[in-house]
Nanobody, 119 residues
């Protein structure tokens, strides 16, 4: 069973950048389409970005929520069993706890990483 540990969150001013990491245990990481999700206070968890499985060390097709398109970039490193989320031009409305999971969300959820964007 793959286990997920997110890191890289923090407090940043609007317009700033952060890079989130999601380290996955387990040898089958490269078999999964992976996604980033976020949950703001009082709101449902929502999709942010996905990257398809890749048999190469990196790569995969990507897609994004409209709210982050052009600002966020998802990537993966299968050798490190890690998926990343580069977040640029951050806005206060990006404030949330960020989680990674398989695209079908069928893995145990990690603890997430808090991102706070101040105006």
């Amino acid at each position: 069973q793959v286990q997920l540990v997110e890191s890289g969150g923090g407090v940043v001013q609007a317009g700033g950048s952060l890079r989130l990491s999601c380290a996955a245990s387990g040898r089958t990481f490269s078999n999964y389409d992976m996604g980033w999700f976020r949950q703001a206070p009082g709101k449902e968890r929502e999709f942010v970005a996905r990257i398809t499985r890749s048999w190469a060390l990196s790569g995969g097709r990507t897609s994004y929520a409209d709210s982050v398109k052009g600002r966020f970039t998802i990537s993966r490193d299968n050798a490190k069993t890690t998926v990343y989320l580069q977040m640029n031009s951050l806005k206060p409305e990006d404030t949330a706890v960020y989680y990674c999971n398989s695209d079908s969300q069928n893995l145990p959820w990690g603890q997430g990483t808090q991102v706070t964007v101040s105006s």
